[in-house]
């Protein structure tokens, strides 16, 4: 659960956090000609949706770390907003 500044509020499942994940080896990486690499696609497990724990990362970003042992995502809190709105989005 998250209350923005603005005074809303969103929900975010742990399992659609951890299916967001926006790091190189989830999402893949962008070279400058825009192709995108990344590692083979990989069935999450039932550990990858149990979070142990989140760090803040500054002012601008969370990091969970996953009870598999993933822990390189950093969820901007703008990136958030915008998990949340397309699964408000979704469920309309």
């Known amino acids: 659960a998250i209350k923005w500044e603005d005074g809303r509020e969103s929900f975010i499942s742990l399992e659609q956090l951890r299916r967001h994940c926006p790091c190189a080896a989830c999402k ?42 993933h822990s390189t995502g950093l969820y901007s809190f703008d990136y958030l907003r915008r998990i949340a709105e397309s699964l408000d989005g979704a469920a309309s």
Do not use: C
Not at 32 to 54: C, F, H, S, W
């Open 28 to 69: 893949g990486e962008m070279d400058i000609m825009g192709n995108v690499y990344k590692g083979p696609d990989t069935p999450l497990t039932e550990k990858a949706a149990q979070l142990l724990r989140i760090q803040y990362v500054g002012a601008y970003a969370i990091q969970p770390v996953w009870a598999d042992g």
